[in-house]
């Protein structure tokens, strides 16, 4: 059934709190892996823009028909071999790879989510937020942006340029000064990170999206009816460390890292 209220009002109103967030920053960057700490960052960086988009949309007719009618998300997105008879150079084909190649899975970012044990509200702004978790991965996806370090940031950064939210901005910016401190080459890395943010302010927004008809668009296509260009920054970024024989999908193994 969906939600009939944006906000429960027995929501607590979160404080804004950077010296704690940046406390589990530091926990995030001594073990990539533990992304529950995102979640106790973003219940210490709320953000009014987001507030407001999140009940613009909710409020809209495509909003309502998508709480309606849409499966659960993570329950679609891990059903793999339903996605597989979609089209080969499908959305489905290349998010289902991406899952697979690193060992993801929907169910897992909502496992990890959990972990925080907040109160459960059921109402939209809940369900609003679950859908940006649950489409994280589709802007890997969509953007081209892999899991390395620059590339997770970059992700976070053109998810700042479509929500303005203040944890995505916050992680996005502090991840590039961390890659920046650890790695010194000449690698555009904060020159990929602008560029992701404006590529994101420009694109259709992907949690506004009907996620079942994404899927089975053309990868291509669907790139380009979101307006998503290929990240040349991340890309150069990319060829720079290669080119000092560095990894940047494992920093801790180049022979320059500082």
């Known amino acids: 059934m969906a939600p009939t209220q944006f906000t429960d009002p027995k929501r607590k109103k979160l404080r804004f709190r950077p010296f704690k967030a940046m406390g589990h920053f530091r926990k995030l960057v001594a073990n990539k892996e533990d992304t529950e700490q995102v979640f106790h960052i973003a219940e210490c960086l709320p953000s009014k823009v987001f507030f407001d988009q999140a009940k613009a949309f909710c409020a809209s007719d495509k909003g309502r028909a998508l709480m309606e009618n849409e499966r659960y998300l993570p329950a679609l997105l891990d059903d793999h071999e339903t996605l597989l008879k979609l089209p080969a150079n499908s959305v489905a084909h290349a998010y289902v790879a991406f899952m697979r190649r690193e060992g993801l899975t929907a169910a897992g970012l909502v496992e990890e989510s959990e972990r925080v044990r907040r109160p459960q509200y059921g109402d939209q702004m809940e369900w609003y937020g679950h859908r940006l978790r649950d489409t994280h991965d589709l802007v890997h996806v969509l953007t081209g942006f892999g899991r390395d370090a620059l590339g997770e940031q970059c992700a976070l950064a053109f998810s700042y340029g479509q929500d303005r939210g203040w944890t995505a901005f916050f992680l996005a910016w502090a991840g590039a000064a961390e890659i920046w401190r650890r790695v010194k080459v000449d690698a555009p890395v ?33 790139r380009k009816r979101l307006n998503i260009p290929a990240p040349t920054q991340y890309q150069i970024a990319h060829q720079r460390y290669r080119a000092r024989g560095i990894d940047p999908y494992n920093f801790l193994a180049a022979p320059q890292a500082a």
Do not use: C, N, S, Y
């Not at 994101?200 to 669907?222: H, M, S, T, W, Y």
């Open 190 to 222: 904060f020159k990929a990170v602008g560029e992701a943010q404006r590529m994101g302010k420009a694109a259709q927004r992907i949690v506004e999206q009907d996620i079942r008809a994404l899927l089975a668009e053309p990868l291509d296509a669907a």
